[in-house]
């Protein structure tokens, strides 16, 4: 089941970074779309810059990436939605974030795992980036294949390091 959230906040954007100086409401997460007064359409949280500095907390007060850049806001309201995931009873394959979400009914294509809030893989609560409410329903991970231009050029044992490269032999 999905559910909406939302989160309100007083912050600033310089370039690609958003800073967060008050919480008026909720915890920002990865994957959550923010508005506001100068914040361009479509700008979502990527993830809270680290190491923390003082005074800043995880999902309150901080620096958070953002996926559009060369902003600039002075001081304002930022409201942000996210979608909440909350996965129980029987649980078949590892919920994870990056993961895409495959059902039918109405879960939206593409919807997939941005964070954990509760979650170790199986149930608990995830953070999606779509926050259309979804009733009860089978819900399922989709394999999600990594294809890169790397091969691996020597072989090791675990644990070993092996030489690859981007220009396979042939």
């Known amino acids: 089941m999905t559910r909406a959230s939302t989160f309100s906040v007083t912050g600033s954007i ?11 409401s909720g915890t920002i997460v990865a994957g959550a779309t923010i508005s506001g007064t100068g914040i361009a359409t479509g700008t979502q ?8 500095q003082s005074g800043e907390a995880l999902g309150g007060i901080g620096r958070y990436g953002v996926s559009i850049g060369d902003q600039s806001t002075a001081s304002v309201t930022v409201s942000g939605t996210y979608g909440t995931l909350t996965v129980g009873g029987t649980v078949a394959g590892n919920f994870g974030i990056g993961n895409v979400l ?29 926050n259309t409410v979804v009733s009860s329903q089978a819900i399922n991970v989709a394999a999600v294949n990594v294809e890169t231009k790397w091969v691996a050029m020597s072989t090791a044992q675990a644990g070993e390091l092996i030489k690859i490269s981007d220009h396979p032999l042939g």
């Open 102 to 130: 495959a059902a039918t009914g109405s879960v939206v294509a593409g919807t997939h795992i941005t964070q954990n809030l509760t979650g170790t893989g199986g149930a608990g609560t995830y953070v999606v980036d779509n």
């Open 14 to 24: 310089n370039n690609a970074t958003l800073t967060v100086t008050a919480v008026g």
């Open 45 to 52: 949280i990527q993830n809270q810059l680290l190491p923390l």
